[in-house]
């Protein structure tokens, strides 16, 4: 599987674990996503179901007892876009395939600031995505969060997850790069951004992006993939980032690749650092979803803004 393929399996995986679909529906989209059937079963079988099983269960499993979240927020907002030391809008600019839609948040105040790219999970530019942008936005970075399915008319385009996500497996990773190279470029061009200071930080199949991104823009200085996959080994010795890779200790699919990337990254020197937080799943960080790890959470987000602060903010512009 490729990462995009890998991210929208575990997900599927995490709803029904948490009982939000049923085992026909976990079946029919692992085989959609993973694009041969048989293929899709084995995957199924390595992560300990079993599809003939799952196929008879028309109903979503009763969840098991969650542990008290400490501030699930449904919502998806901790930042409110009338914050009055941050500005907000839509924005678009001119990619590769057509118009690319994205969010930019900065501060308010006029001064150049370092400008980071925000890049979403597989459920599109929603809501909680935005609120990253707004939460860097007010530790002092200009963010812009573009929306990976402008060309197929934006997140906003599609009322059904299944459909959108379909719809992003047919997009080709290139084309992905294509949009994420136009945006980190919209972005250094602004009068508000320090173009020699620029990031990136992305989650689940963002985090696989910002990998990948990370290989492809000698002009990134720091960049944080969240429980990301990762990019191929050959392409790493291309990142002149400074990267904090984190993960979930429970995100056993994704982090089966770490010990190869780590391997070519000391190989290639490339400066990096590795949190693994116990306890916590695949998309741990993102508050609005049934994964959210408050204290994992809470900790990330604060040493990420460590991170950029340090390469960042300390870059000269």
């Known amino acids: 599987m490729n990462a995009l393929q890998e991210c929208l399996f575990v997900s599927a995986m995490d709803e029904y674990r948490h009982g939000q679909i049923s085992g026909r529906e976990l079946v029919r989209r692992a085989r959609l996503f993973v694009g041969d059937e048989e293929l899709a079963d084995v995957a199924l079988a390595e992560a300990g179901f079993s599809a003939a099983e799952l196929w008879t269960r028309d109903e979503a499993p009763v969840p098991p007892q969650l542990r008290a979240q400490g501030g699930s927020n449904l919502e998806g907002v901790t930042i409110r876009p009338d914050d009055p030391s941050i ?185 990096y650092e590795k949190i693994v937080y116990p306890g916590a799943a695949h998309a741990f960080h993102n508050d609005t979803g049934p994964n959210y790890h408050p204290e994992a959470a809470r900790d990330a987000w604060a040493r990420a803004l460590a991170h950029l602060d340090g390469h960042l903010k300390g870059a000269s512009g």
């Open 87 to 271: 500005t907000v809008r839509h924005v678009s600019y001119t990619g590769e395939a057509g118009t690319l839609m994205a969010y930019l948040a900065r501060p308010r105040e006029e001064r150049r600031y370092p400008g980071v790219v925000v890049i979403h999970e597989n459920k599109g530019l929603v809501e909680h995505i935005k609120d990253v942008a707004r939460r860097l936005a007010k530790a002092g970075y200009v963010a812009l969060a573009p929306d990976l399915l402008s060309r197929e008319g934006g997140t906003d385009h599609f009322t059904e997850l299944t459909e959108l996500q379909s719809t992003l497996m047919r997009i080709p990773p290139e084309a992905f790069m294509a949009d994420l190279g136009a945006s980190l470029d919209h972005l250094k061009g602004q009068p508000f951004v320090a173009p020699d200071r620029l990031g990136a930080t992305g989650f689940c199949f963002g985090g696989g992006l910002v990998w990948r991104l990370s290989t492809k823009r000698q002009d990134l200085k720091a960049t944080v993939p969240f429980y990301g996959a990762a990019p191929p080994a050959e392409d790493v010795p291309n990142i002149k980032a400074v990267v904090l890779a984190i993960y979930g200790e429970l995100d056993q699919r994704i982090n089966a690749g770490i010990p190869a990337l780590e391997v070519a990254l000391i190989a290639a020197g490339i400066r």
